[in-house]
């Protein structure tokens, strides 16, 4: 088994910045991508990042290209999501998402993925 905690979600105005923390506990080892999702009130869940744990490549939904950045610290079991030029439509609960099979262009895809954090609020007022 695998446990996600996530960490750093808040408040903050347009065009500011958060780091959201995602670690992971347990049969770590078995990681082999992991990623960001949100999800907004009356949407749909959408994967917003992915970094391979191997290969530290990473993936990234058009709407937060160039804004949001994905990284991990290994050691530390710890993915992070840097965020920065914040916009009122990032507002959304952020989950992490850990899997243990091959990522590559499905990484959006919330099914390939076999455990989740609790999540954590982000809101970006205007």
């Known amino acids: 088994q695998v446990q996600l905690v996530e960490s750093g979600g808040g408040s903050v105005q347009a065009g500011g910045s958060l780091r959201l923390s995602c670690t992971a506990s347990?049969?770590?080892?078995?990681?082999?991508?992991m990623s960001w999702f949100r999800q907004a009130p009356g949407k749909e869940r959408e994967g917003v990042a992915a970094?391979?744990?191997?290969?530290?490549?990473?993936e990234y939904d058009d709407s937060v290209k160039g804004r949001f950045t994905i990284s991990q610290d290994k050691p530390k079991n710890t993915v992070y999501l840097q965020m920065n030029s914040l916009k009122p439509e990032d507002t959304a609960i952020y989950y992490c998402?850990?899997?243990?099979?091959?990522?590559?262009?499905?990484?959006?895809?919330?099914?390939?993925?076999?455990?989740w954090g609790q999540g954590t609020q982000v809101t970006v007022s205007s």
């Open positions: 998402a850990a899997a243990t099979g091959w990522c590559g262009r499905s990484w959006p895809r919330g099914s390939i993925y076999n455990y």
């Open positions: 347990g049969y770590t080892n078995r990681i082999t991508c």
């Open positions: 970094i391979g744990t191997g290969s530290g490549s990473t």
